[in-house]
């Protein structure tokens, strides 16, 4: 049933990728060989289990007819994951199997935010081959759990959003429902700051109509006041001071726990630690948190992360933007910074629910990324121009030369 599985995945990935262009139907399909080999040869072997087996154990239950709680995530993803496992039997490979699938497909609609952020960027093939190949987001993509559905539905969920609210195509907000409900019930948190970022550019929106022309993100800084107060005010109804505090105890158990001393006593130390957990959740493990192999991984990527934060600065600076796609994305970004690194303390929790965010990131990277793409494809086909120059001028050498011999052998004859 795994081989049918996979069989399934690749006809879905060449009926998908049939309508767009080469770079994604080779690029997507390279990647997509690597998550079915990962699923299949490289997952077994690791070390890590993740909450893997806990998902496991919940879709058997519901596939046996055990009680399910409406608003559980686990009982959410398990209705879905037993799905999979009556369709393909009951092996978590199957499932990693099709979140290859889904890993696949989450850059289209992140390269469509890019596009539809920066005004005059008409191209993100750069961008679709980070978000193809960023190591921790493919790791915990492949990995039969929830991740991969819950992104892939935050980003297109984002993308329904923008369509409908930055292009004025009033009719895709009819899917933005359906699509929330869905996330809702994985990732509530996720959920909650799409309907933020959403109404962040709503105002936006409305202030330009007001306005009548187009105002720019900087002067719209109170305006979006309203949006940091209603998500503070959210944050605090889900969390208050304990719930708070016992989430950060579970979350700092653990060999990878950082920051476990810290706790709330009131709101202003919430506001005080926001900076400082937003940054160690955005880039942590540092050097100094070594302890493990896996941390000697997650150390190496602490360097692109910091180009991505640079680089993003950079474009956003430089580039023009849509205001209010730039507060949309914003809004999501930071806020989901902020909210999780005040809770998360773990830094395996850590790198697997800040994977969206990162793939956020280098949408903010885009023209940067294109212009490295341009740049590297220029001299790829430069050197490949000279390599052909190189052959067809040792080809005519060779002919010239064979010639002489050819008329002295003729001249034998002769004689």
């Known amino acids: 049933m795994v081989v049918a599985a996979a069989v ?80 393909f039997g009951a092996d978590p490979t199957a499932l990693a199997i099709l979140n290859g699938l889904l890993a696949v497909l989450i850059p289209l609609p992140v390269c469509y935010l890019a596009r539809r952020l920066y005004v005059p960027l008409s191209s993100t093939n750069g961008l679709l081959l980070v978000a193809l190949f960023l190591p921790f987001p493919f790791l915990f993509n492949s990995l039969p759990m929830r991740d991969a559905l819950s992104t892939l539905l935050a980003v297109t969920l984002a993308a329904v959003c923008v369509r409908a609210v930055a292009e004025g195509r009033r009719w895709w907000a009819l899917t933005a429902p359906p699509l929330w409900g869905l996330l809702f019930l994985l990732r509530e948190e996720l959920a909650l700051l799409v309907l933020l970022g959403a109404a962040g550019s709503l105002l936006v929106a409305a202030v330009d109509r007001v306005a009548d022309r187009t105002v720019s993100l900087r002067s719209l800084a109170l305006a979006a006041l309203p949006v940091g107060v209603a998500g503070f ?4 109804a889900l969390f208050p001071v304990d719930a708070l505090n016992a989430r950060l105890q579970y979350r700092s158990a653990g060999g990878a726990a950082y920051l476990d001393f810290m706790r709330y006593e009131s709101w202003l130390d919430v506001l005080l630690a926001a ?31 910091i180009a991505f934060a640079v680089v993003a600065v950079v474009s956003l600076r430089g580039v023009e933007t849509d205001p209010r796609v730039e507060m949309f994305l914003g809004v999501v970004y930071l806020g989901g910074v902020v909210g999780y690194g005040l809770i998360d303390s773990n830094f395996g929790t850590t790198i697997r629910h800040r994977s969206v965010f990162v793939l956020l990131l ?37 002919e010239l030369d064979a010639g002489p011999e050819v008329r002295a052998e003729h001249g034998d004859h002769a004689r």
């Open 233 to 236: 005010a959210l944050f605090a």
């Open 8 to 87: 399934a995945v690749v006809l879905l990935f060449a009926l998908v990728s049939r309508q767009r262009g080469r770079l994604y139907r080779y690029a997507g399909g390279v990647t997509l060989a690597g998550h079915l080999v990962f699923a299949v040869a490289v997952l077994p072997l690791l070390p890590y289990d993740w909450d893997i087996d806990v998902f496991h154990s919940v879709a058997l239950g519901i596939l046996g007819g055990a009680d399910t709680s409406p608003l559980s995530p686990l009982d959410a993803f398990g209705t879905a994951q037993a799905i999979v496992y009556a369709v």
């Open 275 to 305: 900076p400082v957990r937003a940054i160690y959740f955005q880039f942590a493990p540092f050097p100094l948190h070594v302890t493990s192999a896996f941390d000697v991984v997650a150390v190496l990527s602490l360097p692109l992360l």
């Open 362 to 398: 280098a949408a903010f990277c885009a023209p940067v990324f294109e212009s490295w793409y341009r740049s590297l494809r220029r001299r790829v086909d430069e050197a490949v121009d000279r390599h052909r120059e190189r052959d067809e001028q040792q080809r005519e050498a060779q």
